[in-house]
């Protein structure tokens, strides 16, 4: 098998991995109507239950990034997939809410490793000119994760229960792993990067410059409106246009398929323009579409309004590639696992404060105001964006 198509297939199996444990995640909280009607929790109880998988995402994602860097993607992958299968059905099984929710942390704990592994895997394999575009794929695995959390676990749960509903991600995860097993390999690596030449080169590069602590900073800024606009968009629409579950959860879903789209034009266009150059030309557009958004939102210029969300919407994570594709390529290949668990990491933690901050301003705001208030996050991240990029290669 030739380099180029070996590396087409590396892409593939990274992304339908990051596609299953994504499905796992975004599962449990369509759960909620099935814990609070016919297990009879209260709403907090249930809400807990299905944050506690990205609760176990976020603190692992940095120590499965370390073991990547030590030992290599494949192993990392392999272990964090066959866990998250093991804890998936383990959450089939589950006989009492807190055991589910201990299957659902432990398994949130395990999937992040194909978080930080399938990324080093294509950015590894992928030439240098084409990072951005196989990485904009790569990222297109968790909004269409969540498309199908939205779209399958609701009514299995309905029919079957949490049983029928978490045995989805639970097949998928078993399916995939067969072929990750057989199919993964780790991308070659140049004499530059041996472990002869990594004990010459400097080890950490968060001491050579600000370069990946700027980068990580405006990716979170720009994370804001992103989680901000996938938790409350709904309740928009609903409660402040007067529009129905139905036609509101088409809007939700038709944006967040743009968004994926989005990702993969906007990382192959950083390809020939530069990362930082398009992330700040993404963080300019977010400022001028939300305060477009809140300001129409105001007018009740209703039709304009929603395709400025759908804009919005897709704006707010079109940056996610070229972002992950600059933190891997400065942080090299013994620090990239790493560098990626903090970006996700910083990322992830900025979508825990967006829920209940947003959600507290909004006793208090309208929502037009609210909508060009998120337009501070993007403002932010054009001030923090470095002007250049700047590789591994360039400082070892």
Not at 108 to 123: F, Y
Not at 158 to 163: E, N, R, T
Not at 285 to 291: H, I, K, R, S
Not at 307 to 313: Q, R
């Amino acid at each position: 098998m030739s380099r180029q198509r070996r590396a087409i297939f590396q892409l593939i199996l990274g992304v339908v991995a990051a596609l299953v444990t994504s499905i796992f995640l975004a599962a449990p909280p369509f759960l909620i109507p099935t814990l609070t009607l016919d297990l009879a929790l209260d709403l907090a109880t249930a809400g807990l239950i299905a944050v506690l998988p990205n609760l176990g995402l976020v603190s692992m994602l940095v120590i499965w990034g370390g073991l990547a860097d030590r030992f290599g993607e494949r192993g990392v992958l392999l272990a964090g997939l066959g866990l998250t299968t093991l804890a998936a059905f383990g959450a089939v099984s589950a006989s009492s809410p807190p055991v589910l929710g201990i299957w659902l942390l432990l398994g949130g704990m395990a999937s992040a490793s194909a978080n930080v592994a399938t990324g080093r895997i294509v950015i590894g394999w992928a030439p240098l000119r084409r990072r951005g575009l196989v990485m904009g794929i790569r990222q297109m695995a968790i909004p269409l994760g969540v498309m199908v959390a939205a779209t399958a676990v609701p009514p299995l749960a309905q029919s079957h229960g949490i049983s029928g509903a978490m045995l989805l991600p639970a097949l998928a995860c078993a399916l995939v792993l067969p072929w990750c097993l057989f199919g993964l390999r780790n991308p070659p690596r140049t004499n530059s990067e041996t472990p002869r030449a990594q004990a010459k080169a400097p080890t950490n590069p968060y001491k050579m410059s600000g370069y990946l602590y700027r980068v990580h900073a405006a990716s979170t800024a720009l994370a804001v409106p992103q989680f901000a606009l996938q938790i409350f968009g709904l309740v928009w629409l609903m409660e402040g246009l007067e529009w129905t579950a139905v036609a509101a959860g088409a809007v939700v879903g038709s944006a967040q398929f743009l968004g994926a789209i989005g990702r993969v034009i906007v990382g192959a266009w950083s390809d020939s323009r530069g990362r930082m150059k398009i992330i700040r030309l993404v963080s300019a557009a977010g400022v001028l579409t939300l305060l477009l958004l809140g300001f129409s939102a105001y007018l009740r210029w209703d039709t304009l309004a929603v395709g400025l969300f759908i804009m919005a919407t897709g704006l707010s994570v079109a940056d996610n590639g070229p972002a992950f594709t600059a933190v891997a390529e400065h942080a090299g290949p013994f620090w990239s696992g790493r560098a990626l668990g903090v970006q996700n990491t910083m990322q992830h933690f900025a979508g825990f404060l967006v829920g209940p901050t947003v959600g507290a301003l909004l006793e208090h705001l309208n929502f037009p105001l609210m909508l060009a208030l998120l337009a501070l996050a993007p403002a932010i991240a054009l001030r923090l964006v470095p002007k250049q990029d700047r590789h591994y290669d360039a400082t070892s």
